[in-house]
């Protein structure tokens, strides 16, 4: 009898453990050298813990007693672990305060899918540190540490978890049980479903226009200038963020007005990164400002966590179509 | 930039989805003489079962897809985008059962369940938790109808569009679960990296 692993786990053989690391050292110590000290939490959290935020994707999947009954919950991330940090070991710290992780997460997976229980993070935070200049420096850390990935075509969409239902909200449209199924038609990316309900909800053919054109806006600079009144306020904060990036940077940004982020905690700018040679998204990110509030410290904050298997088969993927195109 | 690779559902949607690609100016004369090849380089094409489509456009191994919203409902797991309803391939997903008094309704009055055969058992059992009945469903691959005239089940689910199939076999529609149309679906890191190139498609595809 052979024995087996759970589904959605892997064990993970020197050839390519030598790889990672490799990878993982480069990003470390563009961590380190932009001042985000890295810290470990442990994997198990009480679950009252996680109960503070308002989780959605990041729900704990995995949940144990201890031997005094408590429920304790596999970390299913590293935000609110970190969250809980700042409020606990650096209370009256003077922000902002700058920390990076390389840890596993742990999620629940649908069957026959290739989804991972288990992967492994690497990611920053940076607490008290408002928009736009928080935002920007977390953006350039995050081009850093892809550079020095390795990676040479990726791109990160930018977008606004605040746009849309400030959107539904000015067009007089404040009943939760219809906000959450129209938000959940954007989340599916059902844009036909999207159709339907916008179209139930009797408004003006442009307006129901507008609901239907912004979340499938996305491109360069040029999408901010032609957003119409309702959208200012979110397209002013998208370009207060661009224009403080590096050019460099800048280059990467791609707006994207449909990105709306599952993770519940998302306030204001939420981002993605996406490389060609990979069909799904190897890092996400965002400002999450209510979170620390949670727990006692009211600071304003930004991350991103890049999954480090992912990153790999696009360096892969990349190296692959690079060597190809270098044949005679 | 690279040119998009659409993946075309054989099968049913096969010749209304060539004659639309026919009309967005994607050249199809290849892909009609060929029957037993899968990949249309030049066209930008592969080709496969439409219960595929979603397996490759979620991977990104294809940037669009097309396929039945029956494909899509019983895959509804997959990170998809689902663009436009094509408005062909019109069918719907029903509960059938053979004529006369109805088996499956007896079956769970008498016996607290019914038997369901069904190609498509998520949507079923979503359908019939939704509906608060108890229903036993047996998943086959093929040819439904025989099902219930076997007793193997009392009731099919299954996607009519004309209503012949069922009819042949002495079955009648007692329920429609949901209707359904081709759809054309987009991998999200394709619609954000390839998107002018997407969004042409989508103008031309608007404009017909």
Redesign the interface.
């Known amino acids: 009898m052979v024995d087996r692993i759970p589904s959605g786990t892997r064990d993970f053989l020197p050839d390519e453990m030598r790889e990672l690391r490799a990878m993982t050292d480069r990003i470390r110590a563009v961590f380190e050298r932009t001042g985000y000290g890295e810290v470990y939490t442990p994997a198990l959290e009480y679950e009252t813990t996680y109960a503070r935020s308002d989780m959605h994707a990041s729900r704990p999947a995995y949940r144990v007693f201890d031997e005094l009954g408590n429920v304790l919950v596999l970390r299913s991330d590293m935000t609110v672990p970190i969250a809980r940090l700042v409020a606990t070991r650096y209370r009256d710290a003077e922000p902002p305060l700058r920390f990076s992780y390389f840890a596993h997460a742990y999620r629940s997976v649908?069957p026959q899918?290739g989804q991972s229980r288990e992967f492994l993070q690497a990611g920053i935070e940076l607490i008290g540190a408002e928009s736009p200049e928080g935002t920007a420096e977390v953006l350039s850390v995050l081009c850093q540490a892809l550079d020095a990935a390795g990676l040479e075509t990726y791109?990160i969409?930018l977008g606004d978890a605040s746009l849309y239902p400030a959107l539904l909200a000015r067009f007089g449209i404040n009943d939760a049980d219809r906000q959450e199924r129209i938000l959940t038609e954007l989340v599916n990316?059902?844009?036909?479903?999207l159709?339907t309900e916008v179209g139930a909800l009797g408004l003006s053919a442009e307006d129901a226009e507008l609901l239907l054109r912004v979340p499938?806006t996305?491109?360069g600079p040029e999408v901010l200038k032609t957003l119409p009144g309702p959208l200012e306020s979110a397209a002013t904060g998208m370009r207060a963020v661009h224009d403080l990036l590096a050019p460099a940077v800048a280059g990467r940004i791609?707006f994207?007005l449909g990105l709306v982020r599952s993770l519940g905690y998302y306030t204001g700018a939420v981002f993605q990164v996406?490389?060609?040679d990979?069909?799904?998204?190897i890092g996400i990110g965002g400002r999450y400002d209510e979170l620390l509030g949670q727990f006692g410290r009211p600071l304003p904050a930004v991350g991103f966590a890049l999954n480090v298997e992912r990153l790999h088969i696009a360096l892969t993927g990349e190296e692959r179509g690079r060597s190809r195109r270098q044949l005679p | 930039m690279?040119r998009l690779r659409i993946a075309v559902p054989r099968g049913a949607l096969f010749t209304e989805t060539l004659a639309l690609l026919d009309r967005l100016g994607i050249a199809t004369e290849e892909i009609r003489e060929n029957d037993r090849k899968l990949l249309f380089e030049d066209a930008g094409i592969i080709t496969m079962r439409p219960s595929d489509v979603p397996t490759y456009v979620?991977?990104?191994?294809a940037d669009l897809g097309i396929t039945g919203k029956d494909v899509l409902l019983e895959q509804s797991?997959r990170?998809?985008?689902?663009?436009?309803?094509l408005d062909y391939g019109h069918c719907t997903m029903v509960l059938a059962t053979v004529a006369g008094d109805d088996p499956a309704a007896e079956a769970l009055r008498r016996l607290g369940a019914m038997r369901i055969a069904t190609k498509y058992p998520r949507i079923a059992t979503r359908y019939f938790l939704e509906t608060g009945r108890q229903a036993e469903i047996v998943e086959v691959k093929g040819s439904v109808e025989l099902a219930p005239l076997t007793g193997l089940a009392e009731g099919i689910v299954d996607l009519t569009a004309s209503g012949a199939t069922l009819r042949e076999n002495g079955l009648v529609v007692r329920e429609e679960i949901v209707r359904s149309t081709a759809?054309l679906i987009a991998?999200?890191?394709?619609?954000?990296?390839q998107?002018?190139a997407i969004d042409a498609l989508l103008e031309r595809l608007h404009a017909l």
């Open positions: 649908r899918r791109r969409g990316g059902d844009f036909v479903g159709q499938q996305r491109g791609i994207d996406y490389d060609p990979y069909g799904v998204p | 690279t979620e991977a990104g191994a797991e990170e998809l985008y689902e663009l436009v309803d759809r991998n999200p890191v394709s619609h954000k990296l998107a002018s």
